[in-house]
Each structure stands twice: as C-alpha cells, then as structure tokens.
C-alpha cells in the first residue's frame, strides 16, 4: 500500500518556481501511475499532471502543460513536479496521489486514486 509524503512547499512571487517531491514508501511505487492533484482556496480539487508506471509517459492538466514537469525516480521512489513561471493563480494545497499498481488507462480524475498524501501548500504572491 504506498504512503505518501509530498515536500517542497512554499511561498514565492510570480515567475518564480518551486519543485515539489513526494516520496512513496509503499512496496510497488515502481508499478502506479502518480499523480498530482491541487486545490485553490475555496474550489475542488483539480488535476494537475500525472506520470505513468509503465512508459514514464506524462499528461497533464488543462494549460499547465510548458510551465509544470512531473517525472519520477523508481530508484528513490519519488515523484516530482518542477513548476516554473508559477502565478497567483497557482496558490493551492498539492497532493500527490498514487493508482492501484498496474493501472490501466489515462487517469486523471480523482476517483482514479486511492492512495494521497496530505498536502503541501503553495503560496504564489504577485
């Protein structure tokens, strides 16, 4: 069963960047897809980008695509996402989520995740 602990939070102005990590200590890290989710101050949770366990093949959500990176270290059992010329809009809590192993499909909805850290805020300031 993974457990997951996102890091790398913080507080930065427009244009900056920020690289968050989540670690897995769960025993088939190298078999989910991860995902990354966020939630801005009073909306839902929101899909964000997501790496797969079998290809290393990445998606992501609407418009984040250029500016966020998702990768992932088997070895380390981390999971990253690089996000660059960040803005006020991207102020949200961040989650790191993991699919069942062997996952199959394209999953970007929460409903596909079972496992989730607790959170890693981020504060972007204009």
């Known amino acids: 069963q993974a457990q997951l602990v996102e890091s790398g939070g913080g507080s930065v102005q427009t244009g900056g960047s920020l690289r968050l990590s989540c670690v897995d200590s769960?025993?088939?890290?190298?078999?989910?897809?991860m995902g990354w989710f966020r939630r801005p101050p009073g909306k839902p949770r929101e899909f964000v980008a997501a790496?797969?366990?079998?290809?290393?093949?990445?998606i992501y959500g609407e418009s984040l695509k250029g500016r966020f990176t998702v990768s992932r270290d088997n070895a380390k059992r981390v999971v990253y996402l690089q996000m660059n010329s960040l803005k006020p809009e991207d102020t949200a809590d961040y989650y790191c989520?993991?699919?069942?192993?062997?996952?199959?499909?394209?999953?970007?909805?929460?409903?596909?995740?079972?496992?989730w850290g607790p959170g890693t805020q981020v504060t972007v300031s204009s």
């Open positions: 769960g025993r088939s890290f190298d078999a989910q897809t």
């Open positions: 989520a993991a699919t069942v192993p062997f996952a199959r499909g394209v999953p970007s909805r929460t409903t596909d995740y079972p496992y």
């Open positions: 790496v797969m366990w079998a290809d290393d093949s990445t």
